[in-house]
């Protein structure tokens, strides 16, 4: 099985967040206190599990808090920033930050949200696949809040729908990808861009894998959801 040990992990935290300024003000997402500690030392444990040793965040909204927070390290992960100046996105984060990745795939992860899966499984089968670009899927039970993802037998996405209008269970987006710095490089530059909304639906047909899971999931960019985060940890705790 191959591990995350030489690859670079990319989360993307720079979203305003909204929907959680009424609970959250001043706050940025990745440093909302869950159980204690900020929702991204969760991530940021989980990835140390899998290897990773370096993490680079994608910042924008507050982001000089999050880097007052952190600092250059966190356990054995030596950390980075790619601050924006302006609002621009997941896609248009990730071509900010294309200078500090190398050659080949990054793992690219929402700083607001978190599966609980097996990464490496997720890196090995991506490579298995000679894949450039992959989406892990987590099966939820209505899909229109997430997104709807449809993938053939051979795990090509088909169907990337960022908003889907019918509710129901189904294959939804959870937030963790694997890219090749090829993909990233044609993004454009200094543009708001949106993976899910931009750069995935046109990958569909033939560019794009999806890993199928069925992994406890959360994201925290609701006042409901973040109330339930707590619990989420609680119940997994010894296991990240």
Same mark, same amino acid.
């Given at each position: ?25 001043? &706050? ?106 992959? &989406? ?105």
């Amino acid at each position: 099985m191959h591990t995350l040990s030489d690859i670079t992990a990319v989360i993307l935290a720079g979203g305003a967040g909204t929907r959680l300024q009424k609970v959250l003000p001043d &706050v940025p997402k990745a440093l909302a206190d869950v159980n204690g500690k900020p929702f991204i030392s969760f991530l940021l444990d989980r990835l140390e599990r899998f290897g990773v040793r370096r993490v680079i965040f994608c910042t924008g909204y507050l982001g000089h808090l999050i880097q007052d927070a952190l600092g250059k390290q966190s356990g054995k992960i030596q950390l980075a920033y790619s601050p924006e100046q302006s609002p621009l996105d997941t896609a248009g984060a990730l071509a900010n930050a294309c200078h500090l990745l190398p050659a080949g795939p990054s793992l690219v992860i929402n700083g607001d949200s978190y599966c609980h899966t097996d990464l490496n499984q997720f890196y090995t089968w991506f490579k298995e696949k000679t894949a450039d670009a992959a &989406v892990l899927l987590t099966r939820v039970a209505d899909t229109r809040r997430f997104g709807g993802v449809e993938i053939d037998p051979s795990g090509h996405v088909v169907s990337f729908n960022e908003k889907p209008e019918k509710n129901g269970p189904g294959l939804a987006n959870a937030g963790i990808y694997l890219i090749d710095r090829a993909i990233i490089e044609a993004f454009p530059e200094n543009t708001p861009c949106s993976l899910e909304k931009d750069i995935f639906p046109k990958l569909t047909g033939g560019k794009l894998m999806g890993f199928s899971t069925q992994d406890a999931f959360i994201d925290i960019g609701t006042p409901e959801s973040y109330k339930e985060a707590a619990d989420f940890f609680t119940a997994l705790e010894g296991q990240i």
